[in-house]
């Protein structure tokens, strides 16, 4: 397989960069105004960087890693700590400012924790705050790349299991665009099978609220010359009742030991309906998606501004579509119970039921 990745890294060159680091600075691809404008942003400090997070100019649960660990390091360009001592109180505080910004997507606690804990390291080492600063910077790069390649390794065990012709069906946006690559984990299986020559198209699901897959989906698949077709989130289930779906696959926000998943709302709805017309349903994701510590009860499930709810949105801004004082319940993500789940596929294999148990196993638990 290393040949295979290798030659992959280089075949595959997407159109789109949601995150490049200019050596003092984030450029942030502003996910919100897509697919009307293409705008980036430049994120300096800790405070812009925890709003990028929390207002989802950056989304997606690695993107989400890969932008909070180079706010580490902005953290210590920023501040200009004096000593070592004083470097290590910096990053304590920007860690906690931007553990605080989105609750769900286990990958932004995953990044800071390494980046605190690499820090701590470095520090016995280091003979200067620059020393302690580039370390930081290496390691967030490091985060990075280990990205691309988990998303190119699991995305050849996706790969494996799409035949010419399949059609899959995804959900929201696991793309490149919420990984921080261009390449992403849902829709990595796609661009390696048409990259080893198998014809493959999706169909994705607008997601409402935020409208991700109707957004972001299908532009960059389209960008990408991935065959795409847009519906309604209503008309999953007479798409899997026609037959026109061979395989769902979605990507992650919080994979739990047991095999419980949490990922955008609407994904269980697929599930269900997947498991009810005998239609295999994966879940991808890098292993730092999976919560090896939390119990199912124990995971906060985000909600958001209700306004998302009530409108939709244009090239002009949020337009109301209902009662504008309407009560609104709007989780953003939702839970998909193990048995729903034919496999998790993730840069180490792929672990297929039991997944309490075959989960273990893939990560050398047992």
Known sequence: MEKLVQEL??????????????????????????????????????????????????????????TAAFGMVIAL???K????????????????????????????????????????????????????LQDLEEEAKRIFEEELEAEIRMGIYGAELLENGDTVLTICNAGGLATG???????APIYIATALGKQVSVIAPETRPWQQGARLTVYELMQNGIRTTLIADTAVGLVMYKKLVNVVMVGAD?????GHVFNKIGTLNEAVLAHEFGIPFYVLAPTSTIDTKSKVEEVKIEERDPDEVRTVRT????????????????????????????GII???????????????RLLNLT
């Open 9 to 66: 890294k280089e075949k595959l060159r997407p159109k789109i960069r949601p995150i490049s680091w200019a050596g003092d600075k984030l450029v942030l691809l502003d996910q919100r105004l897509l697919p009307f404008e293409t705008r980036y942003i430049e994120a300096r400090t800790v405070a812009e960087v925890a709003d990028a997070i929390r207002e989802m100019k950056v989304r997606g649960a690695p993107a989400i890693g890969i």
């Open 77 to 79: 360009i920023e501040k």
């Open 81 to 132: 700590p004096r000593s070592i001592d004083e470097a290590l109180k910096v990053l304590e505080q920007a860690k906690n400012t931007l553990a605080k910004t989105r609750p769900t997507a286990v990958n932004l606690f995953w990044a800071l924790d390494r980046m605190y804990n690499k820090a701590v390291e470095s520090a016995s080492k280091a003979a200067s705050v620059n020393e302690l």
């Open 181 to 187: 690559t261009g390449i992403g984990t849902a829709t």
């Open 254 to 258: 919080r994979i739990l030991l047991d």
């Open 315 to 342: 090239s002009q801004g949020p337009v109301y579509v209902t009662v504008k004082d309407v009560p609104v319940f709007n989780p953003v993500f939702d839970v998909t119970p193990p048995k729903y789940v034919t």
């Open 346 to 360: 993730t840069e180490k294999g792929v672990a297929i039921q039991p997944l309490h148990k075959n989960l273990r």
